[in-house]
């Protein structure tokens, strides 16, 4: 079990979802937590850089592909 398996088990009977911010230029951790279960709900920009905002919804009752 990953990091995002041992998240949910830890949080998930606390708590409806994981929120996290990713910079949009890192595709390669964007990939990574949509394939997880993440989604892109809005983005913002600050001095540094452009940041996705993406909430992994646990109140859905499913694990995700990659956590079974």
């Known amino acids: 079990m990953g990091l995002e398996g041992h998240l949910r088990e830890l ?3 606390r708590f409806e979802l994981l929120l996290t911010e990713v910079a949009t ?3 390669r951790s964007m990939r990574a937590n949509e394939r997880v279960g993440f989604q892109t709900v809005r983005g913002h920009r ?3 850089d452009e ?3 993406v909430p992994w919804d ?3 009752g499913a ?3 990659r956590l079974h």
Do not use: G, H, V
Request: charged share 15%.
């Open 46 to 48: 600050d001095a540094m």
């Open 25 to 27: 230029r890192n595709t």
């Open 63 to 65: 694990l995700p592909r």
């Open 58 to 60: 646990w109140s859905a």
């Open 51 to 53: 940041w996705a905002l």
């Open 11 to 13: 949080y998930a009977p």
